[in-house]
């Protein structure tokens, strides 16, 4: 069963559990390879990184990182290979944009002037805000009832 911590001091989370799992590991070098951690981003991970190098370095130990991972990304580490890449996601959006009339989505493609010559770009951007959703648990549909 995994443990859950809750770190409740007045200073930036990162911080906080930089400092508390370099406790984990007495090792030489610090081994945290055994514990999972759950970030909001991408970027609050790098930066999680960074300071559990900075506090190894403090102490004169390497450091064996742990797995740091997003919400998005424990929920592709779940499902293995039922959730999209980015790859096919990025095919199935442009096949779905190539293949349907302006008229069908006036508010998303009523700007283009040719949508399926374009179709691989309005697909990226697509791409990308269902994965912007997804961090913050949402899908587009969920999204617009808000």
């Known amino acids: 069963m995994p443990l859950t911590i809750l770190l ?11 400092r508390w799992l370099i406790t984990r590991s007495g ?6 390879s055994h514990c999972a951690v ?9 930066r999680l ?15 064996l990182s742990p797995v740091v991972l997003t919400p998005m990304g ?8 039922k959730i999209a890449g980015r790859l096919d996601a990025l095919l199935a959006w442009t096949q ?10 006036p508010l998303l493609l009523s700007g283009f002037s040719d949508h ?11 791409r990308e805000l269902c994965a912007l959703l997804a961090e913050a648990g949402l899908t587009p549909v969920s999204a617009h009832a808000r």
Not at 9 to 18: G, M, N, Q, T, V
Not at 49 to 63: C, I, Q, Y
Not at 74 to 81: E, M, V, W, Y
Request: glycine share 8%.
């Open 74 to 81: 424990l929920l592709q580490r779940a499902a293995g290979d």
């Open 49 to 63: 990184r960074a300071e559990l190098v900075r506090l190894a370095a403090d102490r004169g130990k390497g450091l």
């Open 116 to 126: 399926r010559a374009l179709a691989s770009r309005i697909g990226q951007s697509l």
């Open 27 to 32: 090792q030489r070098p610090l081994d945290l």
């Open 8 to 18: 409740s001091d007045r200073e930036p989370l990162i911080f906080k559990a930089a």
């Open 38 to 46: 759950l970030v909001p981003t991408s970027g609050s991970g790098r």
């Open 96 to 105: 779905v944009i190539s293949e349907v009339a302006a008229e069908s989505f």
